[in-house]
């Protein structure tokens, strides 16, 4: 079997990025619904202009500057989302004995008490791995602002983690 033509190479690297698409647009939303709905709007425009992407690239930061360019477009019409209530938080409460989904629902509530800004470049940086001037590139700052933000926001998770109540960090 020769090598895939480079549209099925495409097709099958946007099934390859649909998890961390979907993952950083929950962070984005913060609501499923919505980021289901942004990851939809990424792969239509994605599969729509998948010409404009150079075959052998990484794909992740072209897939990433399209979701959050759909994303600031949505802000821009909707108001700001706002953060979770108590009773939003209270209703996705785990059940005793599931200590390690509870310490990730506790660090995903502190979360998004970071700003938007540092949020999303913790995500991008620390669990999506892409490289600073990447992540530059896709938000149009330059690696010294992705840098700061980096440092700024593990900054605020270790002093939120530790005002959470004995979080470690």
Do not use: C, K
């Amino acid at each position: 079997m020769g090598p895939l033509n480079p549209e099925r190479q495409f097709h099958q690297l946007l099934l390859d990025n649909l998890d961390r698409l979907r993952r950083y647009a929950r962070v984005l939303e913060r609501d499923p619904a919505a980021a289901d709905d942004l990851v939809q709007d990424t792969l239509e425009r994605a599969w729509r202009n998948w010409r404009q992407w150079r075959s052998g690239s990484d794909i992740r930061p072209w897939l990433f500057s399209i979701l959050h360019n759909r994303h600031v477009d949505h802000v821009r019409r909707a108001r700001q989302a706002t953060e979770l209530s108590d009773a939003e938080w209270e209703r996705l409460a785990v059940p005793p004995g599931h200590e390690r989904e509870s310490r990730l629902r506790d660090l995903g509530r502190i979360l998004t008490r970071l700003p938007d800004e540092q949020r999303e470049v913790l995500l991008l940086v620390v669990v999506e791995e892409m490289r600073y001037q990447d992540v530059a590139s896709m938000l149009g700052v330059p690696a010294g602002t992705v840098m700061s933000r980096l440092h700024r926001g593990r900054e605020g998770l270790r002093r939120l983690m530790t005002e959470q109540g004995g979080m470690e960090p």
